[in-house]
C-alpha cells in the first residue's frame, strides 16, 4: 500500500531535476543517484514532473516510466508527489490513476491559466477531484507568477473545505506572507480543517515563511541538505541558527533564482557535485558559456570560504563543491 501524502506533510521535499544524456534521453543511472542522496539527506519525499523538472517535455510514457523507477529505487523509503498539470484535462485522470498505480502518493496540480475568476478556480478543483476520485492527495501549487491564476486566501479555504483531497497548499504567491497567516488564522479559528503548507520560490523567504506557520518547503535548489537543516534547527527551535546558515547561502540561493536560466544552474552545480552525468537541458532548454562557469566557481569557492569560517561544513553531506 502506497504511503499517501496527508496535511501532517512536514519538512523539505525537494522537486527533482530529470537528468537527460547529451542526447537528450533520460539518465536513469543519474537519476538513481540523485534518488540516493535525497535518501541520504533524509527528506521525507521527492516531487517528480514539475517545472524544474522539465516535464513539459516528457511525454507521457517517459513520465510514467521515470515515475516507476524512483518508486522502485525509494522502496517505501520516502514519498513520490508527482507534477500532473502538463496533463490537459480529458486525459487527467488516466495520467493521475496510472501514477498512482505506479506507487505515487499524491499529484500537485496548478489551476489552469485559462481561469478568469475565483468561482471557476473552485469548479475546476472539484471538478478535478470528481474525476480523480476523493483516495488522491493533492499538493495545490498556488504558483501565479507562472499561472496568472491569483486566489485569496479566503478562496483557497473554500476550495480546501470543499475539497477534502487537498493535503498540502504549497505557497509561490511572491510577497505574499500575510497569505501564510491568514490560512493558519482560519485553521485556529475553526473555520477550515487543517492543511500542510510548504513553500517554493527557492525558500527566498522560507525563513519568514516557516515564522508564519508554513511546515517546510517544496522547492528546488542544488543544495537541498541545506535546507533540510534550516528546517531542522527552526523546528528544534533554534531559529537565530536557522537564520544563521541561510545566510552563508543566500548568494547562491539568490544566483540561482534566475527566471529562465535557473535549471541550467542547478543542472550545473548537480553536475559538479557528481550527483548526474551532465547538466544537458532538453531543447530547448538554456546551457552555460564560459562566463556562467567562471561566475558560477567564483560563487561556489565564497560559498566554500563561508562555511569553512563559521565552522559549517559539516551540513554539506558527502558531495564536494567544485
Known amino acids: 500500500m502506497t504511503d499517501l501524502v496527508n496535511s501532517t506533510a512536514r519538512g523539505l521535499y525537494p522537486i527533482s531535476v530529470t537528468p537527460f544524456h547529451d542526447n537528450g534521453s533520460i539518465d536513469l543511472s543519474s537519476m538513481d543517484r540523485l534518488v540516493d542522496f535525497f535518501l541520504e539527506i533524509g527528506v521525507p519525499g521527492i516531487t517528480l514532473l514539475g517545472l524544474m ?29 508527482t507534477g500532473v498539470s502538463q496533463a490537459g484535462f480529458n486525459e487527467f485522470a488516466s495520467f493521475t490513476a496510472a501514477l498512482m498505480d505506479e506507487g505515487a502518493s499524491g499529484i ?52 480546501i473545505e470543499r475539497v477534502p483531497n487537498i493535503q498540502i497548499l504549497k505557497h509561490e504567491e511572491g510577497a505574499a506572507l500575510r497569505k501564510i497567516t491568514r490560512m493558519r488564522a482560519q485553521e485556529e479559528g475553526g473555520r477550515r480543517r487543517r492543511v500542510s503548507i510548504l ?32 528546517c531542522n534547527r527552526f523546528f528544534a527551535g533554534n531559529a537565530e541558527g536557522a537564520e544563521d546558515l541561510y545566510d552563508i547561502f543566500l548568494p547562491l540561493i ?41 561566475e558560477l566557481s567564483g560563487l561556489l569557492a565564497r560559498l566554500r570560504r563561508r562555511l569553512e569560517e563559521a565552522g559549517e561544513t559539516g551540513v554539506i553531506q558527502s558531495y564536494r563543491i567544485n
Open 53 to 81: 523538472g522539465e516535464a513539459n517535455k516528457l511525454s507521457k510514457e517517459e513520465s510514467i516510466s521515470l515515475v516507476r523507477r524512483v518508486v522502485r529505487r525509494l522502496e517505501g523509503r520516502a514519498q513520490v508527489i
Open 108 to 159: 500537485m496540480v496548478a489551476p489552469a491559466s485559462s481561469l478568469k475568476s475565483e468561482d471557476q478556480v473552485l469548479a475546476f478543483f472539484e471538478a478535478i477531484a470528481a474525476r480523480i476520485g476523493e483516495h488522491v492527495p493533492i499538493a495545490l501549487q498556488d504558483y501565479p507568477q507562472s499561472t496568472g491564476v491569483y486566489i485569496s486566501a479566503e478562496t483557497l479555504g473554500l476550495i
Open 199 to 230: 513553500v517554493g520560490n527557492s525558500g527566498l523567504h522560507l525563513l519568514q515563511e516557516l515564522a508564519r506557520g508554513a511546515d517546510g518547503a517544496n522547492t528546488g535548489v542544488a543544495f537541498p541538505e541545506v535546507l533540510v537543516e534550516i
Open 254 to 294: 539568490r544566483h540561482e533564482w534566475q527566471v529562465g536560466f535557473g535549471l541550467a544552474i542547478r543542472k550545473e552545480i548537480f553536475r559538479r557535485r557528481g550527483l548526474i552525468a551532465t547538466a544537458a537541458t532538453r531543447a530547448p532548454g538554456p546551457s552555460f558559456d564560459r562566463d556562467d562557469h567562471a
